[in-house]
């Protein structure tokens, strides 16, 4: 078993200008003015397409518009029982991985194991760490029966992972997009769980562009263009010259699939700046200046303006997993700054509007 991960691949042609297309389109993104009632909106439909297409690559059969209605009015469908637990996983997984990201938290093995718990859940509230496999696991051609992969053992599955982790702590220096698509492909080799390693590698490679500032407002879903192409989304991330993790998966060039990865990444990117510019054509109110004076959490909170004409600390808090006394000095400093206004005095129950000059951002 290689002690340590250390990856083989070459930036061609093609890769850089996949990553200059990817730096384009973020740059479009961060500055094209969106409504907080359009964002809002677009964020969710990007969470509910990222769960069916995501879900879609394992087999679920569930359609868009059931999917909605699942996990918004927690509908049911006749023998559909394990498709909707698929979902409700997968989309509390999404909603735990954006506290994360809003934390910015660092990236470790209990996180990952989290992440896991949730997408095997039917989205319940109690979560805890999922252990790694403790036996073999093997991928076949459900078709025809034969041997496509064969993960490493299950007594090297923890010193992988643990290595893996230390590996995307230490290579910061990359380019997000190469760091998320080689993080994705060495969790899909070392298989750690029995089920759920697809979605939850997709999940890691999301939390890792998200933390690194490539989270686009949350309205991308690498998800569709993989489920779009998944022929070449096999194909690029089985390489090596056997289906046996011991016999050169490890030592395999990866560029192929680095290739294909950063052109899932701009294909995605740039259709979040179709959608931004369509509704911006629309005659939305430019609200670029205002936004342009808030921070990412400043602008995540205005979601809770939009349900509440008052919010208490606890409610921002939890809105991004911070603890009591984070949500305290949080709620003072915007205060301070004249993002909030204190609209009730008690200490207790103390409560906070959002101040004169930013209402105008929820309207449209």
Known sequence: ????????????????????????AKEKVSMLPVNPTVLASLRETAKLYTTHYSTMIEGNQLKP?????????NE????????????????????QLEQYAAQGIS????????????????????????FYRDGQNVIKDS?????????????????????????????????????????HYQFATIHPYYDGNGRTARLLTTLILHLGGYDL????????????????????ISVGPSHNYYLGRAESDITGWIEYFTEGMAFAFEKVVGQMMANNEKGEKDHSQLMRKLD????????????????TSKQIGDLFGFKPRTNAALCKKWVESGFLKIADQ???????????????????
């Open 76 to 95: 049911h469908f006749p023998g559909r029982k394990r498709d909707e637990h698929e979902v409700k996983g997968y989309y509390a997984a999404l909603a």
């Open 1 to 24: 078993m290689p002690t340590n991960f250390i990856p083989i691949y070459t930036i061609n042609t093609a890769i850089a200008k996949y990553l200059m297309r990817i730096e384009a």
């Open 296 to 311: 990412p959490k400043q602008r995540k909170s205005l979601e809770l303006f939009r349900e509440y004409d008052v919010v």
């Open 107 to 130: 990236i470790t093995e209990k996180i990952i194991q989290t992440l896991h718990d949730l997408v095997v859940s039917d989205g319940r509230t109690r979560i805890k760490p999922t």
């Open 65 to 73: 518009k059931e999917i909605e209605e699942v996990i918004q009015l």
């Open 143 to 183: 078709s025809a029966g034969t041997i496509v992969y064969m993960p490493p053992e299950s007594k090297d599955v923890s010193p992988l992972m643990r290595n893996l982790v230390s590996w995307i702590k230490e290579n910061k220096e990359l380019p997000c997009p190469i760091l998320a698509g080689i993080a």
């Open 217 to 236: 407002k949350g309205l991308y879903s690498l998800e569709e263009y993989y489920a779009k192409n998944l022929f070449a989304y096999y194909r690029a």
């Open 346 to 364: 008690a200490l207790k129950s103390r409560k906070y509007s959002l101040a004169k000059k930013y209402k105008e951002l929820l309207t449209n």
